[in-house]
């Protein structure tokens, strides 16, 4: 599979450039409706955009997972924030999300199995090879420490304007540190990818030479008469 294909891949499993804005649409309308009309106004108008976002997409025929678990992830924030009795309890999910996002990048590196790699490794079909280059290794250390920083950015931030109680700036904060820095990430992850790609040859294109360097008979061999 090529990289090119391969970052196709992950942006559908994205929803594409439209599900990642589709994403941003909930937490966009729930900050002025809760201030219009109150939270529990608020916390339906928001799970009716999901709702709706949900239609749109099988409607239209588009994939429809991103849709679904955006669909969850709305209804969770949205209970939080009914339980917590404050807007700003919407959030809450998102912030603590990004911090054990980020240590799970942070201890992937640790322990020398940075996950980028292994997550394009799966995509590709080309397992782990990458690991036997210390270049590439190198290369998706950086990708995933991108990853590692910029949800610990998410949390650093939104945790402050959460105890700060700035629930309009919150808001602005998911989007602004949302799919913009996940697709500066993403792209840096493709440089990792076409490094690594380049540095260790996929393992399937290795294991065609060595079977035919078992099956092909020694210079002594005589063949069977």
Request: charged share 15%; hydrophobic share 50%.
């Amino acid at each position: 599979m090529s990289t090119d294909r391969q970052q196709q891949t992950v942006l559908e499993q994205l929803g594409g450039v439209s599900g990642l804005i589709y994403s941003t649409l909930p937490a966009l309308v729930f900050v002025p409706a809760n201030g219009l009309w109150g939270l529990t106004v608020a916390i339906w108008v928001a799970l009716g955009v999901a709702t709706a976002i949900l239609v749109w997409r099988i409607v239209r025929r588009s994939p429809v997972q991103p849709a679904i678990s955006g669909f969850f992830g709305v209804a969770l924030c949205a209970f939080i924030a009914y339980r917590t009795g404050d807007a700003k309890g919407y959030f809450l999910f998102g912030i603590y999300s990004s911090l054990v996002y980020a240590g799970v990048f942070v201890v992937s590196i640790l322990v020398r199995w940075p996950l980028v790699g292994v997550i394009w490794g799966f995509l590709n079909g080309h397992g782990n090879a990458w690991r036997r280059e210390r270049a590439a290794l190198m290369g998706y250390d950086i990708a995933t420490a991108t990853w590692a920083v910029v949800f610990g950015a998410r949390y650093v931030v939104q945790s402050s304007l959460y105890d700060s109680d700035e629930t309009g700036w919150l808001a602005f904060a998911r989007i602004a540190m949302g799919w913009p820095l996940a697709a500066l990430a993403l792209g840096i992850s493709i440089w990792a990818a076409r490094r690594a790609d380049r540095l260790a040859p996929p393992a399937a294109e290795a294991e065609p030479a060595e079977q035919d360097s078992v099956d092909e008979p020694a210079a002594g061999d005589k063949a069977p008469g």
